[in-house]
């Protein structure tokens, strides 16, 4: 029953911190959304940073959890690194809790939030982690251009923060759509076939 109990305060935390943000919602609000007393709230937090921090690390640790089930059904540095624009559009925007931290949006800011980041606890640094990495193997396996650029990664970070804040927009599947084609072009390297002239030429030289 505890553990139910607490389930039940961060489900409703959760909603009321989705529509209203962190500090127009009081612990009293919360713990009258869930039916139990202030006093039931403090049982199993601290205070109302100590919940936020919580919430978040449950949401982001799912969010984790799709990430790598996600990466892991695709080969290819290109197509993971796809991926991850895909669910920026798909996956993050159906949580505008999550969404909002992601984007540093005013309303969702809390005290604790630069600790995370500084930790390296947060989704946001787990993307940044996995572009890195993709990367990295893209560089190594020859499969992305990435020395054509002098900071891969912050243009393709560049990038996926740009969908981020686009994802209220009418026109996101166009713009992904944009996204996926100046990944493909920018990084993607291509087999250039030689033609019937070089091909005798090369007969040639032989």
Same mark, same amino acid.
């Given at each position: 029953?505890?553990? +139910? ?6 489900? #409703?935390?959760? !909603? ?8 127009? #919602?009081?612990? *009293? ?19 109302? !940073? ?6 978040? $690390?449950?949401? *982001?640790?799912?969010?984790?959890? !799709?990430?790598?089930?996600? /990466? ?28 909002? #931290? %992601? ?9 604790? %939030? ?13 993307? !940044? ?21 002098? $900071?891969?990664?912050? /243009?393709? %970070?560049?990038?996926? $923060? ?15 759509? +944009?996204?996926?084609?100046? %990944? ?23």
């Amino acid at each position: 029953m505890r553990g +139910d109990r607490k389930q039940v305060l961060l489900k #409703v935390g959760g !909603e009321l911190f989705s529509r209203h943000g962190y500090k127009e #919602v009081s612990i *009293e609000e919360i713990a009258r959304a869930a039916g139990v007393g202030t006093g039931t709230f403090y049982t199993y937090f601290r205070s109302k !940073e100590e919940f936020y921090g919580e919430l978040l $690390d449950g949401l *982001e640790a799912q969010g984790r959890l !799709e990430v790598d089930r996600l /990466l892991a059904g695709f080969g290819s540095a290109l197509a993971k690194l796809k991926a991850l624009y895909r669910y920026a559009t798909l996956g993050i925007r159906r949580n505008p809790l999550l969404l909002g #931290v %992601l984007t540093g949006a005013k309303m969702y800011v809390f005290p604790g %939030l630069a600790s995370r980041r500084e930790r390296g606890v947060s989704l946001r640094s787990y993307f !940044e982690q996995r572009f890195a990495d993709i990367l990295k193997e893209g560089g190594r396996t020859l499969e992305l251009r990435v020395g054509q650029f002098k $900071d891969p990664y912050r /243009l393709a %970070l560049a990038l996926f $923060d740009a969908l981020l804040l686009q994802l209220q927009s009418e026109r996101i599947e166009e713009l992904l759509g +944009d996204a996926l084609r100046l %990944l493909e072009r920018g990084f993607g390297r291509r087999l250039r076939l030689r033609g019937g002239r070089e091909r005798r030429q090369s007969r040639r030289k032989g």
